[in-house]
């Protein structure tokens, strides 16, 4: 049973555009959501996180917005540059539990 | 500061051997867990420990095991390895086992032959 989906494996976009990365999850039990970038040959980098008290939360070019009603959260990154290529991570945790559970990644591409 | 690093690199093994993956936590950190990640997957909790005991497991089995040090540096150990277990290993560890947010190390990629 897969708690956290992404449902697009790739996205392709231009510089400067935005690049929008979605994820819905199942658990309503969830509280708390994270993105993880991911370079070939590296470890998942933490990017930015949302608890579950907030629908929105900004840190520079990457804004992050949480639908709880929908259970869908998504990345927007603006503007979109070439270094951001690379596999994006949704992931999701609880208060009652240790553990963050992942999505199975979206492939970003960004070309010149 | 330091991250987290874990050794080795790479490994292959051959299928009923035994492995030892290893993983240093960042500076400050005292909570350590442990993910597979298989091709085209995204990371799957194997379990985590908190100053040096077992903090919850995931749904692996028994020859799944670990062990953190009173350093906070951490061991994962699997015997009898099958095929199937061909993955990247990541560590992560969090200031605490209430912490939400993980740091990843590099990972360590297994091959099983």
């Known amino acids: 049973d897969q708690q956290v989906k992404q449902n697009s494996p790739s996205l392709s976009v231009q510089e400067g555009r935005i690049s929008i990365l979605n994820c819905d999850y199942t658990?309503?039990?969830?509280?708390?959501f994270l993105w993880y970038k991911k370079y070939p040959a590296e470890g998942p980098t933490f990017l930015i996180s949302?608890?579950?008290?907030?629908d929105k939360n900004e840190d520079g070019r990457f804004t992050v917005f949480l639908n709880k009603s929908a259970k869908h959260l998504s990345l927007h990154i603006v503007p979109s540059q070439p270094g951001d290529s690379a596999v994006y991570f949704c992931?999701?945790?609880?208060?009652?539990?240790?553990?963050?559970?992942f999505g199975t990644g979206t492939r970003l591409q960004v070309f010149p | 500061e330091t991250g987290v690093t874990q050794s080795p690199t790479h490994l292959i093994k051959t299928r009923g051997q035994q492995v030892t993956l290893r993983c240093s936590s960042q500076?400050?950190?005292?909570?350590v867990s442990w993910y597979q990640q298989a091709l085209g997957q995204g990371p799957q909790f194997i379990f985590q420990?908190?100053?040096?005991?077992?903090?919850g497991r995931g749904n692996f089995p028994p020859r799944f095991s670990g062990l953190q040090f009173p350093n906070y540096s951490s061991e994962l150990n699997v015997n009898a390895l099958e095929l199937d277990d061909s993955a990247l290993y990541l560590c992560?560890?969090?200031?605490?086992?209430?912490?939400?947010?993980?740091?990843f190390g590099p990972g360590t990629r297994l091959t099983v032959t």
């Open positions: 992560a560890s969090s200031e605490d086992r209430y912490s939400y947010e993980q740091y």
């Open positions: 658990n309503s039990m969830f509280d708390y």
């Open positions: 949302i608890s579950s008290i907030k």
């Open positions: 992931a999701a945790s609880s208060e009652n539990t240790d553990k963050l559970i």
């Open positions: 500076s400050g950190h005292n909570t």
């Open positions: 420990y908190y100053r040096e005991e077992e903090n």
